[in-house]
């Protein structure tokens, strides 16, 4: 006898049309397409073109011609994204130094010093928020770090000395270069130059006779005396007497160190 129950249906899976991947290949797609690289390479060039302050995930998505919300797929967030192209700034920092051995300790930190200031300058908007060591923090280079130790094991610092040695290095690192590149005032013009230029000038030889004896000297080429910032006119000589302070400064302290030991 014959079955009263209708035939079960044969499953047919549905297959997505010509142009309308599944949800994971669009992703996959898109991944493909943009990528964090892409993302890091066009937000450093938008923040060198415009600036840290003007830089937003809504202008970088319009660069890359892309949703803002298909960014998220690569960076949580601004911060993060602004971590990575610090990164991607001083990323050859490290691959500066001389690779022949033996290599003193002082060439390495020159070199290093040299590369990060050099890379600065490539990037000058991204000084300010390099100069913020937890900014830094999220986005800190261990090949740079770690030549940063081996110079200073090689110039026989351990423990704690060690620990206030790298200190010193970092700041160094971090210091010349980014105030060098500190910018004026936002909106700041020509008459801002003008009463900075008219403050140093308005300096009683009286009260401050050393300061006003050295101002024709200083004016406009030392730190708190300029008008004009360091991409304009660069502090070459200070930094090469900054360098040349602080390497002399870590020998003499080692070597003070070890005679106390």
Not at 1 to 27: I, L, T, W
Not at 216 to 240: H, I, K, S, V, Y
């Amino acid at each position: 006898m014959a079955s009263s129950r209708p035939a079960a249906r044969r499953f047919v899976p549905v297959r997505p049309g010509p142009g309308r991947p599944r949800k994971g290949e669009a992703r996959a797609a898109a991944d493909t397409a943009l990528g964090r690289d892409r993302i890091l390479q066009a937000a450093l060039a938008l923040i060198d073109d415009q600036g840290l302050a003007a830089f937003n995930i809504r202008a970088l998505a319009a660069t890359l011609k892309v949703a803002p919300a298909a960014l998220y797929w690569h960076v949580p967030n601004r911060d993060a994204l602004v971590s990575g192209v610090i990164a991607l700034a001083l990323e050859g920092v490290a691959a500066a130094v001389p690779s022949q051995e033996p290599l003193t300790w002082q060439a390495r930190l020159r070199a290093l010093l040299v590369a990060f200031r050099a890379a600065l300058r490539a990037h000058p908007h991204l000084a300010p928020v390099v100069a913020s060591e937890l900014a830094y923090n999220a986005a800190f280079d261990a090949p740079l770090l770690e030549h940063i130790v081996v110079a200073l094991e090689q110039a026989r610092f351990e423990g704690e000395a060690l620990v206030d040695a790298f200190n010193v290095v970092v700041a160094a690192l971090c210091g010349f270069a980014t105030l060098e590149l500190s910018t004026a005032p936002a909106g700041a013009g020509e008459a801002w130059a003008e009463a900075c230029r008219a403050q140093i000038d308005a300096v009683d030889a009286g009260r401050h006779p050393h300061l006003a004896g050295r101002l024709d000297a200083l004016r406009n080429r030392a730190f708190l005396l300029r008008w004009t910032d360091g991409r304009t006119q660069p502090l070459d000589g200070g930094f090469e007497a900054w360098i040349d302070v602080l390497l002399r400064g870590l020998e003499a302290r080692s070597r003070a160190l070890r005679r106390a030991a």
